[in-house]
Nanobody, 119 residues
Framework: QVQLVESGGGLVQPGGSLRLSCAASKNSFEVGAMGWFRQAPGKQRELVATISRSGSENYADSVKGRFTITRDNTVDTVYLQMNDLKPEDTAVYYC?????????????WGQGTQVAVSS
């Protein structure tokens, strides 16, 4: 099983920055693509950003130019640098990772970390 542990959420004023981290413990699995989704109250979970193992990035239009996703494959950790935060970025942010083993793949999810943007 792959377990994901997130950190870095919190309360920030509009225009501020936060950095989220998500570390994977592999337990004989390999980690493929990683990324972040978010879910605001009363809304569906939506994709924020993804990054492949080779570093290819993809972003939701709403965060392009403000958020940057990176990863460190040596420690199986993905990061989300969030700049110029807006109230509409308020949500629970969930990390995910593609867990790969011979004959099986599945998506592992973190427990979620709250991001609140408010003055």
């Amino acid at each position: 099983q792959v377990q994901l542990v997130e950190s870095g959420g919190g309360l920030v004023q509009p225009g501020g920055s936060l950095r989220l981290s998500c570390a994977a413990s592999k337990n004989s699995f390999e980690v493929g693509a990683m990324g972040w989704f978010r879910q605001a109250p009363g809304k569906q979970r939506e994709l924020v950003a993804t990054i492949s193992r080779s570093g290819s990035e993809n972003y939701a239009d709403s965060v392009k130019g403000r958020f940057t996703i990176t990863r460190d494959n040596t420690v199986d950790t993905v990061y989300l640098q969030m700049n110029d935060l807006k109230p509409e970025d308020t949500a629970v942010y969930y990390c995910y990772a593609a867990a790969i083993a011979p004959g099986t793949t599945y998506t592992a999810w973190g427990q979620g970390t709250q991001v609140a943007v408010s003055s």
